[in-house]
């Protein structure tokens, strides 16, 4: 009961509304130049229904209850706090505040917050280039996983409705509308009204084939685009920013490379459990954190990115989809990602990542793992130095975009995170499409 009061009060001081919480018109015109023009987005003021009251009652969920804790800080989760040993501090910069065990479902409730202080957030919808929708259409997925598709689709029908009655809505049948979610995107487009199917329809809704949704994982349709997942860094500034990637820089780096997830032998078509097993033979080479375990180290921020930050080489196989936050993680430690599915990342991030994969990543088909082809010792070790040391400037120069920050840095602090450029791209999109019609 107390868990769930704290929680509750916590929903009510973050997740006021949105009408309570914004008082912005226009920005000043300075010297005659609107520096947001063609950059304004207008937040729907949503009914509690569809954000803040699936929160308030995760706990009431039994597939949302072990998320509550992390609702905390705007969806950053708790701080990370030095531990009595100092160890935290000798692998993260702690003493910046910036480092949160921050789930990696919690990306709609970030996006909110964030969009909250979005220096061209408006609220006059005429002046508007773009619509933001915060509806968690992640967190009602998730909390009606196994009942029937009657339960699953109603809310999403429910703010179908809501959107067409708007009269935002009527400028372009919701092509300027946008939403986020922390859940990948097949999760919202179930095939059947079978209750044996998976998801919920959400993307299927006539509505909803005109707006653009934003999630952690894309099936790669016209109106869907990839953004990082959450990693646990989220910096205030450019300079702590700059300051994370020297810390990068310096680091010494025992393994040539690493594995830090868990075994899937019921999954047929898994190499992990090749990887794993070239891994543990390496005599040195390798690192592995084994996440199949009891005792949680992949739950420890610090235990995770400390074997990231010891590799060269960070493995990263798909687990129960293509793409893994852990590519997210490894790349914030500085480490150069080795990828076995064009679907991790080469084809779904294109915002955020150098169209050269090579530049930034080495790629191993998962056939030729499958068919024993390949060391993946020798295959890395074969990789000359001085091409490790451009890949991992590449790695290093990637890092501010994948990151979503804390709110509030202006002029040369403010930083081009995750956010700001899905945003821009939002707009982008918008714009084609407006000019399309003329």
């Known amino acids: ?12 001081i973050l997740f006021l509304s949105d009408k309570e919480t914004l008082d912005i018109t226009v920005r000043d015109i300075q010297g005659g130049i609107d520096t947001c023009a063609g950059r304004y987005v207008y937040m729907h003021d949503l009914p509690s229904r569809f ?45 910046t505040g910036s480092w949160y065990y921050t789930n990696q479902f919690m990306l709609e409730v970030i996006f909110r917050d964030k969009m909250r202080h979005y220096e061209c957030l408006t609220n006059e919808s ?5 619509v933001f929708v915060p509806f968690y259409a992640g967190f009602d997925v998730r909390r009606f996983w196994g009942y029937s598709v009657k339960l699953r689709d109603e809310l999403g029908e429910d703010l179908a409705q809501w959107l067409r009655e708007r009269p935002e809505w009527k400028k372009m049948y919701g092509r300027d509308h946008f939403f986020v979610t ?121 235990k995770v990115m400390e074997v990231f930050q010891d590799s060269v080489f960070c493995l990263q196989p798909p687990g129960d989809t293509p793409t893994r936050r852990s590519i997210f993680d490894s790349i914030l430690a500085g480490c150069i990602p080795v990828l076995f599915s064009p679907d991790s990342v080469y084809n779904q991030y294109k915002w955020y990542f150098p169209k050269d994969h090579t530049k930034y990543s080495v790629y191993i088909s998962e056939e030729d793992v499958k068919n024993g082809k390949v060391s993946i010792e020798k295959l890395l070790a074969s990789v000359r130095e001085e091409k490790i040391s451009r890949m991992r400037n590449e790695v290093e120069k990637i890092i501010p975009k994948i990151i979503y920050t804390k709110p509030g840095a202006v002029g040369a602090e403010k930083i081009e995170d995750a956010f700001e450029i899905a945003v821009a791209r939002v707009l982008e999109r918008v714009q084609d499409a407006t000019e399309a019609r003329i």
């Open 126 to 130: 005429s002046l508007s280039s773009a």
């Open 1 to 12: 009961m107390l868990f769930l009061l704290h929680i509750n009060q916590i929903a009510n």
């Open 51 to 95: 954000n803040d009251d699936l929160i308030k009652s995760c706990e009431a969920y039994i597939e949302l209850r072990n998320k509550c804790k992390y609702l905390v800080n705007s969806g950053f989760g708790p701080r990370i706090l030095e531990d009595k040993h100092n160890h935290n501090t000798q692998v993260l910069t702690i003493e």
């Open 182 to 302: 922390g859940r990948v995107g097949r999760d919202f487009r179930r095939v059947t009204d079978q209750d044996s199917d998976w998801g919920n329809k959400l993307m299927r809704l006539p509505e909803f084939e005109n707006i653009t949704m934003l999630s952690i994982e894309t099936n790669s349709w016209s109106n869907e685009f990839a953004v990082p997942y959450p990693t646990y860094f989220h910096p205030k500034s450019h300079t702590e920013v700059k300051r994370w990637q020297m810390e990068v820089r310096m680091m010494q780096r025992r393994y040539l490379f690493s594995f830090v997830g868990a075994n899937r032998p019921k999954m047929e078509d898994s190499i992990r459990g090749e990887i794993i097993r070239q891994c543990l033979v390496s005599q040195g080479s390798c690192k592995f954190l084994d996440c199949d375990t009891s005792t949680k180290d992949c739950s420890d921020p610090v």
